[in-house]
């Protein structure tokens, strides 16, 4: 089975290093086209066996699946450019943030299956969280669609119209779980750890916490209680935490970065 991601990027590029070291393409299998030499060196330092070429378009045609890996306002000049070489047989999918279903279609002007991705850049180590919505699919692209992105991470059907809402909470939230990260940090600096250190502190840490809730299938205020002895320190942080409002801000800056 043949792959050819359009764009080579943060996403495209991690996508095509995650697939490089998984068990469903051949890395020879693999084509990332991009214009720039810079993104194709990197890929390749990951996986030598995976081809990267610059506005060389003309593995198109034999790809089994197709993703488009360029920014938004991007993909519908590359559709119309190179539409002509999709034929229905193939699977078309893009993982563009705030393009729908129903655009692609009208795009593509082909019988392709279309899916949506959502994933994030942890695709890269096979750990992202990848949503997927179809169009004109059936069971069995769907299954394989799911086979695919199950092998770099998780990966769930949804309905579309939850995109948005997936998008902010996993998609840019891996980035809000680094910046956590980089809060957590420099308060642990300002109490004498070492940067790395206390950024190995952390990363074990939420390792283990997410490792309970799932082991548990608990509720993380139930976990919380485990850990707040009363009248002990927990508290006084967590208290002190939310009195600088950090619920508010995490539910805002989700919803700030919810777009339809
Ligand atoms: N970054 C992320 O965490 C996530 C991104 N996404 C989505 O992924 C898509 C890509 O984002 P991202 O990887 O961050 O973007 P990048 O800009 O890092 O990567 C896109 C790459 O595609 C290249 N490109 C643009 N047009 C073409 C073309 N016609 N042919 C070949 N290559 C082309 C760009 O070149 P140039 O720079 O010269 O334009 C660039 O190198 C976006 O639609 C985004 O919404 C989805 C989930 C997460
Ligand atoms: O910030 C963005 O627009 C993209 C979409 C999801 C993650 N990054």
Redesign the pocket.
Known sequence: MKITI????????AIAIGLGSGTIFAPQDITV????QR?INYIKTYNNGINGVI?DYSSLSEADIIV?????W??Q??LE?HRKAFNPYQIIIS?????SLNQLSEWILSDSAIYRV????AIAIKESMSFVASYGANKENDELILKIFSELGKAELIDEKLFPAV?SLT?CG??FAFRYIRAAMEGGVEMGLRPDQAKQAIIQTLRGAANLLETNNSHPEVEIDKVTTAGGTTIKGLNEMENAGFTSAVIKGLKASYVK
């Open positions: 359009i764009g080579g990027g943060n996403m495209g590029g086209i991009d214009r720039n993104n506005n488009l890996a360029v920014k938004p991007y993909i000049e590359v450019k993982i563009a943030s705030g393009i959502m994933p994030n850049t998008t998609s891996i980035a």
